[in-house]
């Protein structure tokens, strides 16, 4: 009877061992799933992060290239000041110079007529480019121009021609309009 208890001892761990045994292996296919899911989201994290980084290196050159944008904006803003003080000064002494001309042509034109000579063309029929227009239109909602200011505006010289392929051909004048007063 004791060899019965002791085999039926050993029985029993054999049955406690292959239970055990089962109960480890079913842990262990368990922990090599959770193994690979842990594997796999690192690898995801991973991928996270580079696409996080590329993220934040597109976001930086768009800011640098919003930067570089707003800097040429404010160079051309500038330009534009400049070249519209550049216009009012040239406008003034066009006005100016005009204003200086006027007087002195009537005076040339009294002195010729007692001689019994012919008065001196006009600016506007000596040269069509030279016309004083009333007023140049603002380039910009930061100019302010007076209704009074005038601006020189080119016109097509009487001699010009177009080409048959719509191109413009003028003659050219070897001498100024103002040398001629």
């Known amino acids: 009877m004791a060899e019965e208890q002791e085999i039926m001892c050993k029985l029993e761990n054999i049955l406690d061992i292959r239970n055990k045994t089962i109960q480890m292996q079913k842990i262990k296919s368990r922990l090599k799933v959770e193994f690979e899911a842990l594997e796999s989201e690192e690898k995801h994290l991973k991928e996270y992060k580079q696409e996080m980084d590329l993220l934040l290196q597109e976001k930086m050159a768009h800011v640098e290239e919003l930067r570089l944008i707003h800097a040429d904006i404010n160079v051309m803003?500038?330009?534009?000041?400049?070249?519209?003080?550049?216009?009012?000064?040239?406008?003034?002494?066009?006005?100016?110079?005009?204003?200086?001309?006027?007087?002195?042509?009537?005076?040339?034109?009294?002195?010729?007529?007692?001689?019994?000579?012919?008065?001196?063309?006009?600016?506007?029929?000596?040269?069509?480019?030279?016309?004083?227009?009333?007023?140049?239109?603002?380039?910009?909602?930061?100019?302010?121009?007076?209704?009074?200011?005038?601006?020189?505006?080119?016109?097509?010289?009487?001699?010009?021609?177009?080409?048959?392929?719509?191109?413009?051909?003028?003659?050219?004048?070897?001498?100024?309009?103002?040398?001629?007063?």
């Open 77 to 181: 803003e500038s330009t534009i000041k400049q070249s519209e003080n550049d216009l009012n000064k040239l406008l003034e002494t066009t006005r100016r110079l005009h204003d200086e001309y006027k007087p002195l042509k009537e005076h040339v034109d009294a002195l010729r007529m007692t001689l019994g000579l012919h008065r001196l063309p006009n600016l506007n029929e000596e040269e069509e480019k030279l016309s004083l227009e009333p007023a140049c239109p603002a380039t910009s909602r930061s100019t302010v121009m007076l209704p009074s200011a005038p601006c020189a505006k080119p016109r097509a010289a009487p001699a010009t021609q177009r080409s048959p392929r719509g191109s413009q051909m003028s003659r050219c004048h070897s001498t100024s309009s103002f040398s001629r007063v």
